[in-house]
């Protein structure tokens, strides 16, 4: 469909503001959210992607990348969403410590709380404790944790052995995801669930509570 090339196209080269007009009209037009979100915003970012691993772009350029993609997105949150849901649980999610990236973190925070979930969101750069301490402060039935690069995935781990620690591991469902995260690698660190997406994320979710 054009006008989801277009979206695509737009983000690539970071436009922000038009990729917000193109999304408006793509909602407008009736055109189903996970498919603007699919095949419009998700599809120009997996370019950049493959631009970025072959040094074909930098930070900068991925950068307005990622902001025309987050606010994309935003407009779509709504829409997402089912309409009528009560809240389901809670749950905390942050990109572990050291690690920047935060586009699939917010997806998944995005589909979580289209499921019905009050979902606290600490951000990137989040140390493992901080996990900690917001899950028994906030009482969350679930920590999901997001890692983008190898070098952090360790920080995972962490999080698991903090939440052992602290004694809340019987009452915490860890859930672990991103890029180079797979299940192999929850089973190494104890963690109970991996999903290789927001939407499946955000299933299996609702399936724990
Ligand atoms: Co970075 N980066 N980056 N980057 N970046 C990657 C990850 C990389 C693979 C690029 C490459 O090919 N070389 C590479 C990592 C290599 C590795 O570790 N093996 C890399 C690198 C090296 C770096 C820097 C070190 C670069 C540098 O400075 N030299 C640096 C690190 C900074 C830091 O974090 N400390 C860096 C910086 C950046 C930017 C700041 C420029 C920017 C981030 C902006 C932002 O997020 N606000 C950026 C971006 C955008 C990328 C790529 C291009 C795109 C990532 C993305 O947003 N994808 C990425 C290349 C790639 O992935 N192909 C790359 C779209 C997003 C929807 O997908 O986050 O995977 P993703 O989320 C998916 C699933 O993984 C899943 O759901 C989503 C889909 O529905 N998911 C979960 C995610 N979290 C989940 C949690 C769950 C369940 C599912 O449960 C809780």
């Known amino acids: 469909m054009e006008l989801l090339m277009e979206i695509s196209e737009n983000l690539q080269r970071g436009k922000?503001?038009?990729v917000k007009e193109l999304v408006?009209?793509?909602i407008d037009e009736n055109i189903p959210a996970d498919k603007i979100l699919e095949d419009g915003l998700l599809s120009g970012m997996a370019v950049i992607?493959?631009?970025?691993?072959?040094?074909?772009v930098y930070v900068p350029e991925v950068l307005?990348?990622?902001?025309?993609?987050n606010m994309g997105a935003e407009l779509l949150k709504p829409l997402l969403a089912d309409a009528n849901v009560k809240s389901k649980g809670r749950a905390c999610i942050g990109t572990v410590q050291g690690d920047l990236h935060d586009i699939g973190k917010n997806l998944?925070?995005?589909m979580l709380e289209g499921k019905g979930f009050e979902v606290i969101d600490l951000g990137t750069d989040v140390p493992a404790q901080k996990f900690i301490d917001t899950a028994i402060e906030q009482n969350c039935n679930i920590i999901c944790?997001?890692?983008l690069l190898t070098t952090t995935m360790s920080v995972m781990e962490d999080v698991v052995k903090a939440a052992e620690k602290a004694g809340i591991r019987d009452k915490v469902k860890i859930m672990v995801g991103g890029a180079p995260v797979t299940d192999k690698f929850c089973k190494e660190i104890g963690a109970d669930y991996y999903t290789a997406d927001a939407a499946s994320a955000a299933d299996a979710a609702a399936?724990?509570?």
């Open 64 to 69: 307005v990348a990622a902001r025309a993609m």
């Open 49 to 56: 992607g493959e631009k970025f691993k072959n040094n074909e």
């Open 108 to 110: 998944v925070k995005m």
């Open 207 to 209: 399936e724990i509570c």
């Open 145 to 147: 944790l997001s890692a």
């Open 16 to 18: 922000s503001k038009i």
């Open 24 to 26: 408006q009209k793509a």
